[in-house]
Each structure stands twice: as structure tokens, then as C-alpha cells.
């Protein structure tokens, strides 16, 4: 994947995140604030503009993660957004089969040192994790095996972030940032 297939499939999400903001918005009313929807869409409809002049898969990753440090809030955020600062850093000229594990440790690394967090907590650490092991396994990441992971936390009792608050009445929800790590990891991911 080139720079600019990379930046099309991350403006895409714009129009991804639009249409599931309902979605993230009710799953973030059941354990937490209500906001993931709109917070997501906010970061990802000001990445068209702010990819204008970014032609590096580099750039690309940086800005978007300036883009969304700034523009998402809650708690998402600065983990989105710190997390492809750091895939900048390790990313090279094109995303390919054999550097994509690297640039998934990086995602995957920043969200747990970021977010302290560890697997099992009901949490968008969750999916990056899983989905980052499947790849460098050589396994088949498509948005289904995204989804199953990001279902997999809804048996789950949230241990971090304001989900943690509603403690055992956490379970039965699938968590708002699980869910929508699956596109982005869709978009970093995914060849269709
Ligand atoms: P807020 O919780 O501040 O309203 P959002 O609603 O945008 O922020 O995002 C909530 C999501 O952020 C959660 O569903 C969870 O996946 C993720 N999250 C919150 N805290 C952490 C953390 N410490 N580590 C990893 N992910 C977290
Ligand atoms: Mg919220």
C-alpha cells in the first residue's frame, strides 16, 4: 500500500465513522458517555483537509494522528492519536505484508503503554492486540474476523476508562472503542 491509497482508505473512514456514529454513539450510552460517535466523526471529517499535503506514508500516518490527538477528545483520542504518531515513526515507504506486523506492534504498543492497559479490560486494546497477533500468525484479518474480536468483548467486565465505572453491569455491551478500532484496523489492514 502506497501513500496514497493509505490516505484514501483513512479518508474513507469519514464516511464510515458517519454511518456508524449511531451505533458508537448507543454502544458509548450503555457504559460510558454517549460521545464515541460523535468523537470519532469529528477527528475523521477533518482528515481530508488535513491530508491535503501529505505524500508520504509517513506524513500520512503523522498527520492523521496530530489530526485525531486534536480533534477526536475523551479518551480515544489521544490513544488513536498517539498511537499513529508511533506507526509514523517505524513506518516505511510502502505498507506491505512484511513491514505491517511492525507497524502493528507499534499501534498495539502505544495503546498499552498509553492506556495501561492490558487484555481482557473490555477495551479497544482488545481488537489491536488480537488482530496484530492474527496478522503476524499470518492469518486472514478481514473486517469479519475484526468484528468477531470486537464482539468478543461484550462478555468482558470493563476494568479502565468510564466503562469501568458500571463495573459487572459493563457486561452484555460490546465496548464503543473495540468497535471502532475495527475499521481503523480495517483501513490499515484489509486489501478490499
Ligand atoms: P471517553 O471515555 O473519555 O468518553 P470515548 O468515548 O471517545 O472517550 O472512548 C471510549 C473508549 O476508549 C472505550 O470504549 C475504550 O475502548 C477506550 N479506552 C478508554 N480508556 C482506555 C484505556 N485506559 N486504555 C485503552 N483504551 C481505553
Ligand atoms: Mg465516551
Keep these: 500500500m502506497n501513500a496514497e491509497t493509505l490516505k484514501q482508505r483513512l479518508i474513507h473512514l469519514q464516511e464510515i465513522f458517519q454511518e456508524r456514529e449511531d451505533t458508537?454513539?448507543?454502544?458509548?450510552?450503555?457504559?460510558g458517555d454517549g460521545d464515541h460517535g460523535v468523537n470519532m466523526v469529528s477527528g475523521f471529517n477533518a482528515l481530508p483537509q488535513a491530508l491535503e499535503?501529505?505524500?508520504?506514508?509517513?506524513?500520512v500516518l503523522k498527520t492523521t494522528g496530530m489530526t485525531l490527538m486534536s480533534k477526536v477528545g475523551g479518551a480515544s483520542g489521544p490513544l488513536y492519536g498517539f498511537?499513529?504518531?508511533?506507526?509514523?515513526?517505524v513506518a516505511e515507504d510502502e505498507i506491505t505484508e512484511d513491514n505491517l506486523p511492525k507497524l502493528l506492534e507499534a499501534f498495539s504498543q502505544a495503546?498499552?503503554?498509553?492506556?495501561?492497559?492490558?487484555?481482557?479490560?473490555?477495551?479497544m486494546y482488545d481488537v489491536i492486540e488480537r488482530a496484530r497477533e492474527a496478522v503476524e500468525n499470518g492469518e486472514t484479518v478481514d473486517i469479519a474476523y475484526l468484528q468477531t474480536l470486537a464482539d468478543n468483548t461484550e462478555d468482558l467486565v470493563a476494568t479502565k476508562g468510564r466503562a469501568a465505572y458500571f463495573k459487572e453491569e459493563s457486561r452484555g455491551h460490546t465496548d464503543p472503542g473495540a468497535q471502532s478500532?475495527?475499521?481503523i484496523l480495517n483501513a490499515l489492514i484489509g486489501d478490499e
Design 24 to 31: 458508537l454513539t448507543e454502544l458509548d450510552r450503555a457504559i
Design 181 to 183: 478500532s475495527v475499521y
Design 111 to 123: 495503546v498499552h503503554q498509553r492506556g495501561k492497559v492490558e487484555l481482557d479490560e473490555k477495551t
Design 53 to 59: 499535503n501529505a505524500d508520504t506514508v509517513q506524513d
Design 83 to 89: 498511537s499513529f504518531v508511533k506507526m509514523a515513526q
